[in-house]
């Protein structure tokens, strides 16, 4: 199974851009869903997820400002409105089962003017 994450780039503050995770398969048993990222020199963070109970959280960083959603077990989106330059990073989405991790190869946004 492979994930991959579209829908990156560059944008100036304030902007938005929306980014998409796309499975290659239909993943059965998924537990979780959810995107982070990772800003130079700093560790990879959660920005938002489904928990198994379906129910979408985020981090306090983005709350107000991102959405996240999907439409089945192979897709999953991240809506980013307010773009604020902090959130420059490597976006990078996962999904899980009981056995395995899958992950994918990112995609960068910068917001920058």
């Known amino acids: 199974v492979q994930l991959v994450e579209s829908g990156g780039g560059l944008v100036q503050p304030g902007g938005s851009l929306r980014l998409s995770c796309a499975a290659s398969e239909i993943i059965f048993g998924i537990v979780f869903m959810g995107w982070y990222r990772q800003a130079p020199g700093k560790e990879r963070e959660l920005v938002a997820t489904?928990?198994?109970?379906?129910?979408p959280n985020y981090a306090d960083s983005v709350k107000g400002r991102f959405t996240i959603s999907r439409n089945n077990a192979k897709d999953m989106y991240l809506q980013m409105n307010s773009l604020k330059p902090e959130d420059t990073a490597v976006y990078y989405c996962?999904?899980?089962?009981?056995?395995?991790?899958?992950w994918g190869q990112g995609t960068q946004v910068t917001v920058s003017s």
């Open positions: 996962q999904f899980r089962t009981s056995f395995n991790i899958y």
């Open positions: 489904f928990s198994s109970g379906g129910m």
